[in-house]
């Protein structure tokens, strides 16, 4: 029986991909993610499967990002009464390869299991920067 009043293993999760994504760990991210898992971002526009955000999202985006963190005191997690679905809204922050300028953002994560024992894999994500901060246009410049 799942416990679906406490979000640890979606934090855990969550505290894992943040380590992936600081590690630029692909192959790792990958196991996370179900196949036909779906996504947009500040990149691109829809992705329709894993390897496409791979391809399209995560290999754009991580090698340009360091000190990649989750602002964990705004992270909120409903997980579903009986445990099998998560969605999370996290705030970002990260700052360009390059650069020495903060880089802020949001995300929301889906995640479901077949259990309550089972991991989560993930089944959608939209990573984007903030709007108003006029980051996703510095995304064009090398320095970032």
């Known amino acids: 029986m799942a416990n679906w009043e406490d979000p640890g293993s979606v934090l ?11 590690a630029q760990d692909f192959e790792a991210g990958e196991a996370m993610f179900r196949a ?3 996504g947009f971002g500040t990149v691109t526009d829809t992705t329709r499967s894993r390897a496409e955000l791979l391809e399209q999202q995560w290999r754009v985006v991580w090698p340009r990002t360091r000190d990649f963190s989750f602002v964990w005191e705004d992270v909120h997690v409903h997980v579903s009464r009986e445990g099998s679905m998560a969605m999370t809204f996290a705030p970002w922050r ?3 390869v390059l650069g020495t300028r903060q880089r802020r953002g949001r995300c929301t ?3 479901v ?3 309550a024992r089972a991991p989560w894999l993930c089944v959608h994500t939209h990573f984007s920067m903030w709007p ?13």
């Open 94 to 96: 990260s700052v360009g």
């Open 132 to 144: 108003q901060s006029g980051d996703a246009s510095l995304l064009d410049r090398p320095d970032i």
């Open 36 to 38: 036909d898992a779906v």
């Open 113 to 115: 299991r077949d259990d």
């Open 12 to 22: 855990a999760w969550l505290r894992r991909w943040e380590q992936l994504i600081r």
């Open 109 to 111: 994560i889906g995640l």
